[in-house]
């Protein structure tokens, strides 16, 4: 929260001058990076990153950094966001950082304000690819790099976000950051993963990276024995307490013996395993529930267990939050979706596996999530002969053969093609080239081999290019026609809606998780904050109505482009279908709707996916046009 709490401050910097300037716009017009991001979006195609009203107050979860700005690899208006990072961004006196404008070279941003004085900004020219090949190499080796450089020019520790050779060679290179405790960095990096943020700062504005922070200190929200009053009155509980209660998961839960999103996610999921680029679909649950006891429970998670929980390695994100949801192994951060794409999704079972191709990936600047959908898919490719390994540039097979299958042995081979892969998408002339994005290399692919290439490809797409890989949830909400994919801006629950509820659902989620995107809060403390939340907006800026309406514009306004495109793939439709399947014959729902639509599915399955997307879209519709712009 920035000097005065009314209004909020954007520094507007345009990269190709080093012209800047700070722009100042009242609380209740704008409430912060997301309704902000999208006006500036569409008025200068701008990226906007921020925090929310309440960073470096004392509420738990409040320091999320938000990126906000048209997709490279989306190809719509994106939100992604990043752990703690603007408890630090708090202290340059600012809400938010507007970029427009492209530097001429390959530059690093610093930014800089002590004490009250002007901040203090500077482009400094670097030759990336001298950066990326140092020390820890990749976005380790520009953080170190700029910490070195500008490090003692500050009082307190700064932070950087930083980008690696995925931002200059695809369309979905991610935003890394760690936090910097006593001019050290920490292995605890943070990501703002989705949405392709990396290559957009690299590519769009010429920076490979930007260090901040300062000491400015603001009027923030610091008074507990108020908050404590708030939550007393809404949940009975005090802040803390509630808190700790709804962060279980994230923290330890004695339910399942483990905690965090890797550990939790994997104990929970029993036969609902997705593996071999999603083939256990089509697998009997018995054969995957054998899976899952045999290479999760007994070994990747079991690992995981003693290694990481027993030892209790874990930690926060930067900011004090007693929910330390990342869980560390050493120098590797371990969270389900990318220890699952690039995990089971590729055959790899093993934890060493798992952090060699993730930490490779990472350091490389990938969005995890969709590097691990896209290798996954390619070696399925590979095992099913649709395409020869010289097609890629590789000289292995996957070893996917369950009957003989070596969860260490195999695991690593898997890994290891999965490296060589990546470093395809980097190479000069490499065998894939991402730098418009995996759609289109899938399209190409599927003319050259044939369209079961394609078909075996999951993602989101989106108008003619957009992309997406999807979260890891085998439920149709992931697969919905939202304007915003790939995130939580979704119902990803496994209980069977109608496909028209089901986007009715959607929508309703979309409006929370905007509410808490926009005011930076980290979703992880949503059972809590997404009903206090208005009625903090009112108790402290006295604009609750204006925020609400805020929140319905602006996802009406993402909405009203939504251009998402109907399931490509055949595998998209099989994980709709087999997920119904499932539902009634091994879950037992029963629900009049339930059953027509795997009638639909057995006499024509393309007819009936078709249906069922558009219902999906008809309610998310239906549902935002309730709160017109
Ligand atoms: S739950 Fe995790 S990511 Fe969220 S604020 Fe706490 S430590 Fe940070």
């Known amino acids: ?119 203090e900004v500077e482009l400094v020219p670097v030759v990336p690819e001298r950066i990326w090949d140092q020390g820890y190499k990749g976005i380790y080796a520009v953080m170190e790099y700029a910490l070195h450089l500008f490090c003692p020019k500050y009082e307190k520790d700064p932070r950087i976000l930083a980008v690696g050779p995925a931002a200059r060679d695809s369309d979905f290179g991610a935003v890394g950051s760690a936090p910097v405790k006593k001019g050290k960095l920490t292995p605890v990096d943070t990501w703002a993963g989705r949405g392709g943020f ?36 809404k949940f009975n509980q005090k802040m803390a307490a509630k808190d700790l209660a709804v962060t279980t998961k994230y923290r330890y839960d004695p339910k399942f013996n483990t905690g965090g999103t890797f550990g939790v996610n994997y104990a929970a999921m029993d036969g609902d395993i997705l593996a071999f680029n999603y083939r256990t679909i089509h697998w009997s649950r018995e054969a995957r529930r054998t899976l899952h006891q045999r290479f999760i429970m007994d070994h990747y998670l079991k690992q995981f267990n003693e290694e990481t929980i027993q030892t209790k390695q874990q930690h926060n994100c930067g900011e004090p939050c007693a929910a330390v949801c990342k869980k560390l192994h050493g120098r590797f951060k371990k969270d389900y979706e990318p220890y699952q794409t690039m995990g089971p999704l590729c055959g790899i079972f093993d934890q060493r596996a798992a952090e060699k191709l993730n930490h490779y990936a990472d350091r490389l600047g990938f969005d995890a999530i969709s590097a691990g959908g896209t290798i996954a898919w390619l070696m399925d490719c590979l095992d099913d002969g649709l395409i020869e390994t010289a097609d890629l540039g590789v000289d292995q097979m996957p070893r996917w053969e369950m009957a003989t299958f070596d969860v260490v042995g195999d695991s690593m081979h898997n890994a290891e093609l999965g490296i060589a892969l990546l470093n395809q998408m980097i190479l000069p002339y490499g065998k894939i080239p991402l730098q418009f994005g995996a759609r ?41 026609p939202m304007a915003i994919t790939g995130k939580y801006y979704m119902h990803y629950g496994r209980d069977f809606l109608p496909p028209r509820e089901l986007g009715r659902e959607n929508a309703r989620r979309m409006l929370k998780e905007l509410m808490l995107d926009n005011l930076g809060i980290c979703r992880f403390h ?74 639909f599915f057995i006499r024509d399955k393309h007819a009936a996916a078709y249906e069922f997307w558009y219902e999906m879209h008809k309610g998310i519709h239906e549902m935002l046009r309730e709160y017109p712009a």
């Open 526 to 599: 949503r059972a809590w904050a997404e009903t206090l939340i208005p009625d903090i907006v009112e108790n402290i800026f006295g604009e609750k109505e204006a925020f609400l309406i805020a929140i319905n514009m602006t996802a009406s306004r993402i909405t009203s482009r939504n251009a998402s495109v109907f399931w490509e793939s055949e595998r998209n439709m099989d994980m709709v279908f087999t997920f119904l399947k499932n539902k009634k014959e091994i879950d037992g729902a029963s629900h009049p709707d339930l059953d027509h639509w795997i009638d």
């Open 440 to 480: 289109k290399f899938a399209r190409r692919l599927a003319r050259e081999k044939g369209r079961e290439v394609l078909d075996r490809f999951v993602y989101n797409a989106f108008a003619r290019q957009g992309w997406m890989v999807p979260s890891q949830y085998w439920t149709p909400g992931a697969f919905s």
């Open 198 to 233: 990396g290559s957009k700062l690299f590519q769009e504005h010429g920076l490979v990276g930007i260090i901040y922070g300062g000491t400015q200190i603001d009027e923030d929200f610091r008074d507990r024995a108020v908050a404590d009053l708030w939550f007393q009155d």
């Open 1 to 119: 929260m920035q000097g005065n709490k009314h209004e909020l401050k954007v520094l507007m910097l345009d990269a190709a001058t080093g012209f800047y300037r700070m722009q100042r716009y009242r609380v209740g017009d704008f409430f912060g990076p997301v309704d902000m991001g999208i006006h500036l979006a569409f008025k200068h195609n701008a990226l906007t990153i921020g925090g929310g009203l309440l960073a470096g107050s004392i509420f738990p979860g409040s320091n999320r950094l938000i990126f906000a700005g048209i997709s490279p690899c989306w190809h719509g208006f994106f939100v992604s966001s990043m752990g703690g990072a603007a408890l630090v961004f708090d202290n340059l006196g600012i809400n938010m950082l507007s970029l427009i404008g492209k530097a001429p070279h390959p530059t690093l941003l610093y930014l800089n304000r002590n004490h009250g004085e002007e901040i």
